[in-house]
């Protein structure tokens, strides 16, 4: 059986980079998710303008490298997400790849999750009100 090689997917403004988050806080190559061969997952800060944080249990720490969890939130400037969402993002847009390797074991009950779409495939702006929407739709939290 040959070894499982890591895999790297970036995160950032640059339609270059693998999961495009479209808001001007985040840098261009914000940062990069790498799935060890293990299943863990590691995230780097690629030296961002407004930095990466890990948000795990209502506290937040500055994240240079650290190994994060789907359970985890990560911030990327202003824009905060679930890591499980940016999960979904991956598996979503490339659907060969297997993200399940990463998933925490079920419990008796899953952590609460925001309801807001960010990774879905779409261009996303923030809009007047400071809500993340698609771009060239409706904004969900004041309507413009």
């Given at each position: ?14 339609r ?13 190559k914000?940062?990069e ?15 961002s303008?407004?930095?990466t ?37 991956i598996?979503?847009k ?5 993200t ?8 008796s009950?899953p ?6 779409p960010?990774v ?8 007047g009100c ?5 771009k ?9």
């Open positions: 059986m040959q070894n499982q090689k890591e895999r790297k997917f970036t995160i950032g403004r640059s270059e980079c693998d999961i495009v988050l479209a808001d001007e806080s985040v840098s261009r914000h940062a998710l790498i799935f060890m061969p293990d299943g863990k997952l590691f995230l780097i800060d690629c030296r303008t407004h930095g944080l890990l948000i795990n249990a209502g506290k937040s720490q500055s994240v240079k490298q650290e190994f994060i969890s789907p359970t985890d939130v990560v911030r990327f400037g202003d824009v905060t997400m679930p890591v499980k969402e940016i999960l979904e993002g598996h979503l490339f659907k060969s790849f297997n399940q390797a990463a998933q925490p074991k079920p419990s009950e952590p609460p999750q925001p309801q807001k960010w879905k495939g779409e261009r996303l702006i923030r809009c400071g809500a993340v929407k698609p060239n739709a409706k904004c969900q939290e004041c309507g413009q």
